[in-house]
């Protein structure tokens, strides 16, 4: 017997905010090179990287990034190649079988996140950006996706406990500056420090949800609890440290804490969504959703409460050799969050001056939510102005046969 199930329908109605920005992707610039970017960024770029790179002898004097954007969609199961396959076709047993070995057995992951920064100044060895941020993250369990295809059991229990949701967006005010701390011939030790002021725009969290469906001889039963806060508006801050060492003229060294410190609480219009689904005794041959039984729906204004991105460390090197940049990089978050992952993720990244006016990009990075990735970007170079593309595919060797894909675009000045 094959049941709907509004339950999914539910988490997904709590999770979809007014407006998001996404999280964490930075310039096209830094997608084109994979990522590894960490002694790389220079100019106001430093502030998102490593501050201590606005110290740097080779940076520019000054820098304005006038617009950058980046977005960063994906999912754990399916690629562009299965649904163009599946698309518009009537589904064979073998066909719903091979969809649904795609979802892992943690459930149906969809994420997006990138970043948007609307203006950015650097002078000498100091730096202040206007940025946009956010990210959104939804987990679907797998059983409910296998009765859709399939139907259930007699005497079957479906689990819906799975199943998480989180999405944010904010602001941020940063103000960032580096310097030079020592100096012993031609090695050269920097520190910065970006502080950072963020307005919250919106929030969203599925703070519980369980439920179980039970298909026996005489009906349906089953019951569901799902909660959720929200809010549409807060203030907070944050703060990111990181050192770079010169050596010589063609080799850097790099260290920082991204989110080293942070604080957002959220205090407008702070709520709680709860619904509570009662399913009792539903006989499948009169199935009428009217007479599922809705126990409890309601929304209560909650107290302020406070959320914490967590601390991403970057590692990185890089290496000039005429007309070639080699860098390569380590991310580690100590924490699974929105956009971040607490797998470790290498980076190798590549830079070579083609033209005078023109750079082409490439880079490869292992690890992490994304697995695998492939980068490639341009940079159009017109006297001191840059334009900048780049794309990066996630899982996949391909476009087509990849799960996520990275787009960004940036441009600006640097003297």
């Keep these: 017997m094959k049941i709907k199930l509004v339950i999914p329908l539910l988490i997904l109605s709590l999770l979809v905010p007014e407006n998001l920005f996404a999280y964490g992707l930075n310039s096209a610039r830094s997608v084109g090179m994979g990522g590894a970017y960490t002694v790389v960024a220079k100019?106001?770029?430093?502030?998102?990287?490593?501050?201590?790179?606005l110290a740097l002898s080779y940076g520019p004097k000054r820098s304005w990034m006038i617009f950058s954007l980046a977005l960063n969609p994906h999912n754990n199961s399916f690629s562009l190649h299965q649904y163009n396959r599946y698309n518009s076709k009537f589904l064979t047993s073998e066909d719903k079988q091979s969809i649904l070995n795609s979802i892992p057995s943690e459930g149906l992951n969809l994420s997006l996140d990138g970043d948007f920064l609307a203006l950015g100044i650097s002078d000498g060895r100091f730096g202040f950006a206007i940025s946009g941020k956010g990210a959104s993250d939804l987990v679907l369990p797998k059983d409910p996706i296998e009765v859709l295809f399939f139907g259930n059991e007699i005497n079957d229990t479906i689990l819906l406990s799975d199943s998480e949701g989180e999405a944010f967006a904010s602001v941020d005010i940063g103000f960032c500056h580096g310097r030079s701390v020592w100096k012993k011939g031609d090695r050269k030790l920097l520190c910065g420090v970006n502080f950072r002021y963020s307005q919250g725009l919106i929030y969203h969290k599925v703070t519980e949800a369980e439920g179980e469906v039970l298909t026996s001889e005489t009906g349906v039963n089953g019951n569901g609890n799902f909660v959720a806060q929200s809010a549409s508006g807060g203030?907070?801050?944050?703060?990111?440290?990181?050192?770079?060492?010169?050596?010589?003229?063609?080799?850097?060294?790099?260290?920082?804490?991204?989110?080293?410190?942070?604080?957002?609480?959220?205090?407008?219009?702070?709520?709680?969504k709860v619904y509570r689904v009662q399913v009792d005794s539903l006989v499948a041959e009169h199935f009428d959703p009217d007479s599922v039984i809705v126990d409890e729906s309601y929304t209560r204004k909650i107290d302020p409460f406070t959320t914490r991105i967590p601390t991403v460390m970057h590692l990185g090197l890089a290496y000039q050799l005429k007309s070639t940049l080699l860098s390569f990089d380590l991310k580690q978050g100590f924490k699974k969050g929105m956009g971040i992952s607490s797998t470790p993720r290498a980076s190798l990244g590549a830079e070579y001056e083609f033209l005078s006016w023109l750079d082409i990009r490439g880079g490869i990075a292992i690890g992490g939510d994304e697995g695998i990735t492939l980068a490639n970007g341009l940079g159009f170079k017109l006297g001191a102005y840059h334009l900048d593309f780049g794309m990066a595919v996630q899982k996949g060797l391909w476009p087509t046969r990849s799960k996520g894909i990275s787009l960004a675009i940036s441009n600006g000045l640097s003297f």
């Design 235 to 272: 203030s907070g801050y944050g703060v990111d440290f990181g050192v770079t060492m010169e050596y010589k003229e063609n080799w850097w060294f790099g260290l920082s804490f991204i989110n080293l410190i942070n604080h957002m609480k959220w205090s407008k219009n702070t709520k709680e």
């Design 43 to 53: 100019g106001v770029e430093s502030a998102f990287w490593n501050p201590a790179n």
